[in-house]
Structures are given as C-alpha cells and as structure tokens.
C-alpha cells in the first residue's frame, strides 16, 4: 500500500534554514502536502505541491518535488523560534491523505 | 478561508461510557469528512471517510461499531465512541473539503483529546 516516510526529528540554530525531508511509494499520487502541528493543536496546511510541480515557493517555504525518486523537501528559510512544531509530509492520489509519521523540529538559540 | 470546527477539544469520561465528537464545516459544504486519530508522538491514522446520506468507510481494522460516524448534513459529521475504554484514549482529529475532498481543499480541525479514566 502506500507509504510515507520522513525523520523523525530535526534540530537546527535559529536563523539558519531548516530542510525537512520526505519520501513516498504512489506513483499516482496527484497532490504532496506539507502540515504543521503545534502541541495539543490539529494540522494547519503550510503549502502544498502538484505532482507535475518541480518547486513552490511561498515567503519563507519552499517545496522541492522530484517525482522520478518520489522524494518531496521542505525548506524553512531563516528558522524562528514560532517554527518549532511537528512537520507531516502527506501524500493524495484518491480522496484520502496518507500522512507521514511526522518530524520534529527543534530550534536552538 | 475553509474553517472547520471540532467540538469538544478535550473531554475525560468514564470507562464504559460513550463519548461525540462534532465536527463541523462553518463556511462550506463537506460531501466528504474524514476522521483520524493519532496517538502520542505517531502520525495521523485515518480511522474513516465519512459520506453525507450514507455510511461511512472504515479503514481496515477499525471497528465500525465502536466508532460510529453520522454525516447527516453537509456541514456536520458526528464521530460516537461507544463504551470507551482506557486504551480508546487518544487525539482525534477530523478533516473536510468541498466537494470529494480532492487537492488541496482539506482543512483540519482543532482535534479532540480524549482520555477515558
């Protein structure tokens, strides 16, 4: 079935950029997402991708796709200390989300 | 933008008793709603996909009668824990979109953390 899979934790300085990485197994998947979850909250949708996209760009979040591996980045510029959150990288080809297991970014001073 | 609405956002009840979540779309109609549940530190499970004037489609393994889902209208899709046990605590968080939910339109709600004592 499909499978969505990304590290679990992430740490990086406040400031510099933060690049979390995903990969999946649909080859039919149509949209790639990338959800926020602050403690106790539910999923906010930072951005998302199309399958025929190589790149969005969105202020400080850009997503890269390569379709050909099945891999999907994302990259926080100028990491702030309001980042710190678990990142779920999810993947659509039907009507359902597949989510990853989520990557925790931590932000150190 | 789409809002959706999740009540409540923590209940605790007793073991045994049942518990409803609401999960409301305030500014669009939801053909489709889904329902997840996520357990500490995990990812998103999708637990069903709820139809509005029909029933639900449960993922493989979760019991259709322990947790019943109601679409009865296209802004409201109800998810009922029936005779909750210590081990049905956890967070549950639903989703909607316009239309077959495809792309991009999925909102989440705020989730509900429910512990069963």
């Known amino acids: 079935g499909e499978d969505v899979e990304q590290s679990l934790f992430l740490s990086v300085r406040e400031g510099d950029s933060s690049v979390i990485n995903c990969t999946y197994t649909?080859?039919?998947?149509?949209?790639l997402y990338w959800y926020k979850q602050e403690p106790g909250a539910g999923l906010q949708l930072l951005t998302y991708i199309f399958s025929n996209m190589d790149m969005k760009q969105d202020q400080r979040l850009t997503v890269l796709l390569n379709k050909k591996d099945k891999h999907l980045s994302l990259r926080i510029a100028d990491t702030q200390t309001g980042d710190s959150a678990i990142y779920f990288c999810?993947?659509?080809?039907?009507?359902?989300?597949?989510f990853g297991s989520g990557t925790r970014l931590s932000i150190r001073p | 933008g789409a809002v959706v609405s999740q009540h409540p956002s923590r209940v605790i009840c007793k073991s045994g008793t049942s518990v409803k979540i609401e999960c409301r779309s305030l500014?669009?109609?939801?053909?489709?709603m889904f329902w997840y549940r996520q357990f500490p530190k995990q990812s998103l499970m999708l637990m069903a996909t709820?139809?509005?004037?029909?029933?639900?489609?449960?993922e493989q393994g979760v019991e259709k009668d322990k947790f019943l889902i109601n679409h009865a209208s296209l802004t409201l899709s109800t998810l009922t824990v029936t005779s909750a046990h210590p081990e049905d605590s956890s967070f549950y968080i639903c989703s909607a979109a316009p239309g077959q939910g495809q792309g991009y339109g999925y909102t989440f709600g705020s989730g509900t953390r429910l512990t069963v004592v």
């Open positions: 999810a993947e659509s080809s039907s009507s359902k989300i597949i």
């Open positions: 500014d669009f109609q939801a053909t489709t």
């Open positions: 649909d080859s039919s998947s149509t949209y």
């Open positions: 709820s139809n509005e004037g029909s029933k639900a489609t449960y």
